[in-house]
């Protein structure tokens, strides 16, 4: 049967496209202009602020039609959140993913019957996991709890972290199968009783557990104070995007954070790092609108992805639009999305080929004019989630690349280090992970990335190859850039991507033109 190309399953909604999809290569340099969807990131943590509020929020370029927002959407009705969708569409008329969202918050509390137990099926969605089992905390004291469970990939994600912080503080949660994985049931915790929650981490293995906390903070008495033991935060630059969102509420978190371009969106890496959010007296005591109209950014993340093609193709262009708070570096030549960690490796690419940027009402920057992309050595501890573009890039760059800073991907959707040993030697590259100590003292990963003597076989007789996904979004969005050079490349579970970026192949096939 004749495996559909990228080209035909562009016009196609995500429920029906096929089980797998063929790469054609692009037989020419192409110039297209992308606006990705909004970030899952920033809807996520504005709709969990947004339902526990006060009043009625109004978010603007949400990202609903992603698997992880429509995951927490559908858990945050269920806490008693009144949630009102109405789809944006483009210019065309085509949906883009995005929508205006209105939130009726719950005042601080969930809506939950006395007695009632609720159970909340999210899936794969790491964020609504942690978040929501931090937030389970705020469930009225005459409930019967909160149980928060996945699927089979879920059950396999530690969050026992995150669960010996919430014992710390004296909340009762238990483990229902295997102790540290969901699914967990969260008993009922009288929070008003408190003055103040103080949280302490050692190495954490997920930034999202700080932050799970840290968005407790303007509903609980006395505020949140987290403490940071013996290392640094993980991801830290995911946890500065959280302090943005609370900021953007008019709570201004207390926290040391260092702004430099090796530095940057990291907190102190000192011991006993602490970081304090209470809302303010103001916010207590007169109810108010977290978000009157708060325009979501466009992702960056999914940006990345879509001006990768235009490295991976030689001499092409590629033009991402977006609404982006606008900063300037150190010497005010650079616009850098603050609150989005990988807008820093969109910045990376100037160094590969022509890099532009233009700031009106909107915001685009643009990669043009690659040859072939140098060899890379890059610390991705900062944006973990662009080193799977990162790695499809090496595969096509003049040398080995050394990419670092990676021991997070090992507990993301799958263990991405080991998909990326597998997938990318199906085409002739070798990919060789390694453990080391970084600056800190801190236990970290990388992998080494060697392309075949050569260069990849792009011959038009060369043997299909078919790209496994392992259910995982980013898997798919980066394997598919080696079909634009390589013949015969089909991608296994294309819908996967609907976790994140839905409309992904309809941008995709902008490179063919037409």
Same mark, same amino acid.
């Given at each position: 049967?004749?495996? =559909?190309?990228?080209?035909?399953?562009?016009?196609?909604?995500?429920?029906?496209? =096929?089980?797998?999809?063929?790469?054609?290569?692009?037989?020419?340099?192409?110039?297209?202009?992308?606006?990705?969807?909004?970030?899952?990131?920033?809807?996520?943590r504005a709709l969990l602020?947004?339902?526990?509020?006060?009043?009625?929020?109004? %978010?603007?370029?949400?990202?609903?039609?992603?698997?992880?927002?429509?995951?927490?959407?559908?858990?945050?009705?269920?806490?008693?959140?009144?949630?009102?969708?109405? =789809?944006?569409?483009?210019?065309?008329?085509?949906?883009?993913?995005?929508?205006?969202?209105?939130?009726?918050?719950?005042?601080?509390?969930?809506?939950?019957?006395?007695?009632?137990?609720?159970?909340?099926? %999210?899936?794969?969605?790491?964020?609504?996991?942690?978040?929501?089992?931090?937030?389970?905390?705020?469930?009225?004291?005459?409930?019967?709890?909160?149980?928060i469970d996945g699927n089979?990939?879920?059950?396999?994600?530690?969050?026992?972290?995150?669960?010996?912080?919430?014992?710390?503080?004296?909340?009762?949660?238990?483990?229902?199968?295997?102790?540290? #994985?969901?699914? %967990?049931?969260?008993?009922?915790?009288?929070?008003?009783?408190?003055?103040?929650?103080?949280?302490?981490?050692?190495?954490?293995?997920?930034?999202?557990?700080?932050?799970?906390?840290?968005?407790?903070?303007?509903?609980?008495?006395?505020?949140?104070?987290?403490?940071?033991?013996?290392?640094?935060?993980?991801?830290?630059? &995911?946890?500065?995007?959280?302090?943005?969102?609370?900021?953007?509420?008019?709570?201004?978190?207390?926290?040391?954070?260092?702004?430099?371009?090796?530095?940057?969106?990291?907190?102190?890496?000192?011991?006993?790092?602490?970081?304090?959010?209470?809302?303010?007296?103001?916010?207590?005591?007169?109810?108010? &609108?977290?978000?009157?109209? &708060?325009?979501?950014?466009?992702?960056?993340?999914?940006?990345?992805?879509?001006?990768?093609?235009?490295?991976?193709?030689?001499?092409?262009?590629?033009?991402?639009?977006?609404?982006?708070?606008?900063?300037?570096?150190?010497?005010?030549?650079?616009?850098?999305?603050?609150?989005?960690?990988?807008?820093?490796?969109?910045?990376?690419?100037?160094?590969?080929?022509? &890099?532009?940027?233009?700031?009106?009402?909107?915001?685009?920057?643009?990669?043009?004019?690659?040859?072939?992309?140098?060899? @890379?050595?890059?610390?991705?501890?900062?944006?973990?989630?662009?080193? @799977?573009?990162?790695?499809?890039?090496?595969? #096509?760059?003049?040398?080995?690349?050394?990419?670092?800073?990676?021991?997070?991907?090992?507990?993301?959707?799958?263990?991405?280090?080991?998909?990326?040993?597998?997938?990318?030697?199906?085409?002739?590259?070798?990919?060789?992970?390694?453990?080391?100590?970084?600056?800190?003292?801190?236990?970290?990963?990388?992998?080494?990335?060697?392309?075949? @003597?050569?260069?990849?076989?792009?011959?038009?007789n060369v043997p299909m190859?078919?790209?496994?996904?392992?259910?995982?979004?980013? @898997?798919?969005?980066?394997?598919?850039?080696?079909?634009?050079?390589?013949?015969?490349?089909?991608?296994?579970?294309?819908?996967?991507?609907?976790?994140?970026?839905?409309? #992904?192949?309809?941008?995709?096939?902008?490179?063919?033109?037409?």
């Amino acid at each position: 049967m004749k495996i =559909p190309t990228v080209q035909d399953i562009a016009g196609l909604p995500i429920e029906r496209l =096929p089980t797998s999809v063929r790469v054609v290569p692009v037989t020419k340099p192409f110039d297209i202009t992308v606006r990705p969807p909004g970030s899952k990131s920033i809807t996520n943590r504005a709709l969990l602020l947004a339902a526990l509020s006060h009043g009625q929020s109004v %978010l603007t370029g949400a990202l609903v039609d992603a698997e992880d927002a429509q995951v927490m959407i559908a858990a945050l009705r269920t806490l008693g959140a009144q949630i009102d969708i109405t =789809p944006e569409v483009d210019r065309q008329g085509e949906s883009s993913g995005n929508a205006k969202v209105r939130v009726q918050g719950v005042g601080g509390r969930w809506k939950i019957n006395p007695g009632q137990q609720i159970t909340l099926n %999210l899936q794969n969605a790491g964020t609504a996991t942690r978040f929501l089992t931090a937030a389970a905390i705020l469930q009225p004291k005459e409930s019967g709890g909160i149980i928060i469970d996945g699927n089979a990939r879920m059950r396999q994600r530690p969050i026992g972290e995150l669960v010996d912080a919430l014992r710390s503080v004296g909340v009762e949660v238990e483990h229902l199968f295997e102790e540290g #994985f969901p699914p %967990l049931l969260i008993k009922p915790f009288d929070v008003d009783l408190v003055s103040g929650l103080k949280f302490r981490f050692g190495e954490s293995q997920s930034g999202q557990f700080v932050s799970a906390v840290l968005l407790l903070g303007p509903f609980v008495p006395g505020g949140v104070r987290v403490q940071m033991v013996d290392a640094p935060i993980t991801s830290p630059a &995911y946890v500065r995007l959280t302090m943005g969102l609370l900021r953007d509420c008019h709570i201004e978190p207390k926290f040391d954070a260092r702004r430099s371009r090796e530095d940057a969106l990291r907190f102190d890496t000192a011991k006993n790092n602490e970081i304090f959010v209470q809302a303010s007296p103001v916010w207590r005591t007169k109810p108010r &609108y977290v978000f009157s109209d &708060y325009l979501v950014e466009a992702d960056a993340s999914s940006a990345c992805h879509i001006c990768a093609s235009a490295v991976v193709v030689p001499k092409s262009r590629c033009t991402v639009v977006g609404r982006y708070p606008t900063v300037y570096g150190a010497r005010r030549e650079r616009v850098v999305i603050e609150q989005q960690p990988d807008s820093w490796f969109l910045l990376s690419l100037d160094e590969l080929g022509k &890099y532009e940027y233009q700031v009106e009402d909107v915001t685009r920057w643009t990669i043009a004019d690659v040859d072939q992309p140098r060899a @890379m050595q890059e610390n991705f501890s900062l944006f973990p989630d662009a080193a @799977m573009t990162a790695a499809v890039i090496a595969c #096509f760059a003049s040398g080995p690349s050394t990419l670092t800073g990676l021991r997070t991907l090992r507990v993301k959707e799958t263990d991405r280090i080991q998909a990326l040993v597998n997938e990318l030697a199906k085409v002739g590259v070798k990919v060789e992970p390694f453990t080391y100590v970084d600056k800190g003292g801190q236990a970290d990963e990388g992998i080494r990335i060697t392309p075949p @003597m050569g260069g990849i076989d792009c011959s038009h007789n060369v043997p299909m190859v078919e790209f496994d996904t392992y259910d995982d979004h980013r @898997m798919a969005m980066s394997l598919a850039l080696i079909g634009l050079r390589r013949p015969n490349v089909v991608i296994r579970d294309p819908a996967c991507v609907r976790k994140t970026y839905p409309t #992904f192949w309809r941008d995709l096939a902008k490179v063919y033109g037409g």
